[in-house]
């Protein structure tokens, strides 16, 4: 007979099947750092390699040459080296591994081996709508770094050539980090990469939010418009597994990133997610194009029915996005409306509208669901009516999201 469950973990079974219902098939998620996984990735996260290790290593680098630690790996490494090719494929550069654990341990794997201890990078601040990661008190301080403002207009603004060109003359950096939380526009690449080239910086593309869209060929191209490293999380516009990536096309660096990832940065990999990881990058490779366009179509025509509506957007003069986010002006919505972004979120989410408390909207989940411009309107309605007229449309919502139940794009 099996062992009777305890309390505990009925418990545990029933918080679990909660949120599956709740957040899995109960809501119209809009958070921008979120995405719905395809039905194979998600069998795959459940599959055997959840619980399993391989260390392929080519320790050239006066060490033992050592092959693997593990027995019994031949599909584990077939699987991760099928994974790093589709990535190196997809965001056109010739190395990549697929083995960051996350967008900030991409990080880390960039930054640790790639700046040296007491240099200096240009980063976007917070306040501008930059990574807090970036931060003075956390990578950089763990890396021993300087850090300082590469120049942006406000969150969600674009980044100026001419700004960020004399920022860069100004500073001489060691390495230019790009990316950001808040990120509605491509940067003007070409030209702040000919400068940090200039002065012998790096450029790191942190893709984490809009990887999905640069594998779709939107947005922007990094690696071929000068920047010599992406990298970035496989699960906010990107709809994979929760986890990192990292391409480029210079040997010499990846010959640096490489091996320093494994024991500077983390050990085990996760191959269950990079088996997830390779099922989304090759059903992008597919779909991708469509599925960025319409996140991108999705994110215009909802910035344009919110303000329509009377919600105050960011870059209403640029068509509100080129990215699955839009952003709030949360000082004109406080004077327009007097409701603070958090507050309103709270609204939304007691009628089955999530988003985050910061003032951003995405469109990349519900793009994967299957909304399409035509059905922005009604979102907006909904959005006004639960956020700003404060009724309580969870039923609607719920009922509309019933008419979704398969996932597009996978
Ligand atoms: C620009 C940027 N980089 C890195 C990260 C960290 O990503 P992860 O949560 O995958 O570690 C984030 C998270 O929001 C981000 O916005």
């Keep these: 007979m099996p062992p009777t ?9 029933r918080l679990v099947a909660g949120h599956e ?9 809009l958070l921008p750092s979120e995405n719905a ?35 019994g790996t031949r599909f584990t490494d077939r699987i991760e080296a099928l994974a790093n090719a589709a990535a190196a494929r997809l965001f056109h550069g010739r190395f990549a591994t697929t083995r960051p654990l996350s967008g900030h341990i991409a990080a880390m794997a960039a930054l ?24 003075p008190g956390y990578l950089p301080a763990l890396f021993g770094l300087t850090v300082r403002p ?19 003359r100004r500073e001489r950096p060691d390495a230019v980090v790009l990316g950001q939380s808040f990120f509605l526009f491509p940067y003007p690449l070409r ?3 000919e400068e940090a080239h200039a002065h012998g910086a790096l450029v790191l593309y942190d893709a984490s939010h809009v990887l999905g869209l640069i594998a779709g060929g939107v947005f922007q191209d990094p690696l071929r418009e000068g920047a010599d490293v992406l990298y970035g999380s496989t699960h906010k516009s990107f709809p994979g597994p929760q986890g990192g990536l990292l391409v480029t096309d210079r040997e010499d660096l990846f010959r640096q990133v490489d091996p320093a990832l494994v024991w500077r940065v983390l050990d085990n990999a996760h191959w269950n997610r990079i088996a997830g990881l390779a099922q989304t990058l090759l059903e992008l490779e597919r779909v991708g194009p469509e599925y960025a366009r319409t996140v991108v179509a999705n994110s215009r025509a909802l910035g344009a029915a919110l303000a329509e509506r009377t919600f105050p957007l960011v870059a209403a003069d640029e068509g509100y996005s080129a990215s699955h986010q839009l952003l709030l002006d949360t000082a004109e919505l406080r004077r327009r409306h007097g409701v603070g972004s958090g507050p309103l979120a709270r609204r939304w989410e ?6 985050d408390l910061v003032g951003r909207l995405g469109t990349a989940e519900a793009t994967r669901l299957g909304l399409r411009p035509e059905e922005m309107p009604r979102l907006a309605s909904l959005l006004e009516r639960a956020g700003l007229r404060r009724e309580r449309v969870g039923r609607e919502v719920l009922a509309w999201r019933r008419e979704f139940p398969r996932l597009r794009f996978a």
């Design 5 to 13: 469950p305890t309390d505990e973990e009925r418990r545990l079974a």
């Design 21 to 29: 219902r709740w957040r899995g098939r109960g809501v119209f998620n």
């Design 37 to 71: 996984l395809s039905p194979i990735a998600r069998r795959y996260l459940a599959s055997d390699l959840a619980g399993r290790y391989t260390l392929p290593l080519d320790l050239d680098d006066g060490g033992d040459h050592l092959d693997n630690s593990y027995a």
């Design 112 to 135: 640790a081996p790639l700046v040296p201890r007491g240099g200096k990078i240009l980063a976007i601040r917070p306040e501008e709508g930059g990574y807090d990661g970036y931060a």
């Design 150 to 168: 590469l120049p942006a207009d406000g969150p969600g603004r674009t980044v100026r050539a001419e700004a960020a060109v004399a920022e860069i």
């Design 191 to 193: 030209e702040i990469a």
């Design 350 to 355: 007691a009628s089955r509208l999530i988003t």
